[in-house]
């Protein structure tokens, strides 16, 4: 067998970035005494882990307060566009300081 000298067309699979990067916040000295939000998409064991996740803060950051996901719906399905949109402004009517987005598969 010999090797042939073939050409093939290659394309990157990503697509062109059409969103610019833009610097992250700053990140919380502490968490204590800071207000936390809990974002979820409904997938996968939330109702499970942030009850753990809560627990786990709450012992170690005194002063804490939680937010629940129910706050604000599913982050993915039929009403994320509406509840991504509105987030910001939800998030500030809150005053979250933080947020902990999960789960997914």
């Not at 170690?60 to 509406?82: A, L």
């Amino acid at each position: 067998m010999t090797a042939s000298s073939q050409n093939h067309a290659v394309y990157w699979p990503r697509g062109r970035k059409t969103v610019s990067m833009k610097p992250l916040s700053p990140r919380l000295k502490t968490l204590e005494g800071k207000k936390v939000a809990f974002l979820w998409d409904y997938l996968f064991r939330g109702e499970e882990i942030f009850p753990i996740i809560q627990s786990q803060l709450s012992a170690r950051y005194p002063g804490m307060t939680f937010i629940n996901y129910d706050e604000f719906g599913s982050t993915h399905g039929d009403d994320e566009h509406s509840i991504l949109e509105s987030l910001p402004r939800r998030l500030q009517e809150l005053k979250v300081d933080a947020v902990i987005s999960s789960m997914g598969c």
